[in-house]
């Protein structure tokens, strides 16, 4: 079956990448986002991992993506005080969320995929095994062989064909991160520094333009409401960030100082789900497995998901058992980054003064295994070429 339609919802990581995949399979793809127009400024940034990279490779748009951003070669830990804990190598990509979404959009619309905005998705139906209706805010529909729900953690595919599945979890962290500029800020040459402080977790990277790209995280038991944090405003939650840092070591003050639209949301993970799939609907990315920031995987996941997915359609004419065949192959080593992640979360915990002091001492140790851990991650390669079984 060459002439099967696949509706994708969602226009982020997961989305382009699995339509032009698709494509390639002989499978016309259509994009539907819930956005009335691209936000390719909106968002901040991440470190796109070697494994992200070498689907990109397959699509050959890893060469754009790698000068678009720039390279991050070391990371470096440290304490509050400044004490250099340990400097793991490092092979990942620094950009800009906004900039990765527009080119993977642009990439797909250049191949004639179809992509339409303002098409926010309300319900999903599925009539027959062959057959779903996508509805959307606005009243139109669209019909498809198959679905494949590529929107993020609080997912609406999800909700509509999983409505009894477990809900996203808040991990009991906020970020912030923001861009900003700083003659007293040194030149980073390819190393990106983090920082245990005293309260919250810093990193920063500074760019080969002088613009400084940087995160925090601090730990909330509670989960905020989200509206009341996008209430705050950036002159009070820079406040907030100060003392939460002020015995921390420099430059940490000054980049916080120096930033203006300093951005703050809660972390989500999803728990695990019993199936990615229901008849001819399908997650990915993490619409089925969101995880913690700490794996800098996530845009590698979704894209990993992508062109596995892509495979088993293309190879496996039944979606239901092209599902369960890309479900096998990828929740295991989902899981085990998740939980990777999770654990890495838990390590930057603030503490007293005694236990902080116990954990520089042995931190060393955990990040070297750290290393170890990645590289296994990293090397992780799909090949397109590869038939696709159903076992």
């Known amino acids: 079956m060459t002439d099967r339609t696949a509706l994708i919802v969602g226009c982020g990581v997961a989305g382009p990448v699995l339509a032009v995949f698709l494509q390639r399979a002989g499978i016309t793809p259509i994009v539907y986002e819930g956005r009335p127009t691209p936000r390719d400024e909106a968002g901040f940034f991440l470190n796109l991992a070697p494994n992200g990279l070498d689907v990109l490779d397959t699509l050959d748009s890893g060469d754009e993506i790698r ?36 080119s993977l959009r642009e990439a797909a619309l250049e191949r004639g995929v179809t992509v339409e905005f303002g098409k926010r998705l309300t319900d999903v139906d599925i009539s027959g095994e062959r057959s779903v209706t996508a509805r959307f805010a606005d009243g139109s529909e669209a019909h498809g062989d198959l679905l494949v729900g590529c929107d993020g953690v609080h997912s609406r595919t999800r909700r509509s ?70 209430a705050i405003s950036d002159e009070e939650w820079r406040a907030k960030l100060l003392d939460i840092h002020r015995t921390d070591h420099e430059p940490i003050l000054e980049i916080i100082r120096s930033t203006d639209g300093i951005g703050k949301w809660p972390n989500y993970e999803m728990p695990s789900l019993s199936t990615w799939h229901e008849g001819p609907v399908c ?77 520089d001492l042995v931190l060393p140790f955990f990040l070297k295994m750290g290393v170890k851990s990645a590289e296994r991650t990293y090397s992780h390669t799909v090949d397109w070429d590869e038939s696709m079984t159903r076992s």
Not at 71 to 92: C, D, I, M, S, Y
Not at 173 to 186: E, Q
Not at 303 to 329: G, T
């Open 67 to 102: 000068q678009r951003g720039t390279p991050t070669t070391t990371v470096v830990f440290q304490n509050h005080r400044g004490k250099q804990l340990a400097e793991n190598p490092e092979t990942t990509v620094l950009i800009k969320r906004g900039l990765l979404t527009k």
């Open 161 to 230: 064909i999983m409505p009894n599945a477990p809900q996203p979890r808040y991990a009991g962290v906020i970020d912030s991160g923001g861009f900003t500029h700083s003659a007293s800020v040194s030149p980073s040459e390819g190393v990106f520094r983090m920082t245990f402080g005293t309260n919250g977790f810093f990193g920063y990277q500074v760019v080969p333009s002088g613009e400084v790209y940087w995160f925090e995280n601090v730990h909330r038991p509670t989960e905020p409401d989200r509206q009341q944090l996008d």
């Open 283 to 359: 997650l990915i990315g993490d619409a089925a497995h969101a995880m913690l920031p700490s794996a800098g995987q996530g845009a590698a996941m979704a894209m990993e998901d992508a062109i596995a997915l892509a495979k088993c359609l293309r190879d496996i004419q039944s979606p239901e058992e092209a599902f369960a065949a890309f479900e096998r192959r990828r929740k295991d080593r989902v899981e085990r980054i998740a939980k990777n992640a999770r654990r890495n979360s838990n390590r930057k915990a603030p503490t007293n003064a005694v236990t902080r002091k116990l954990r």
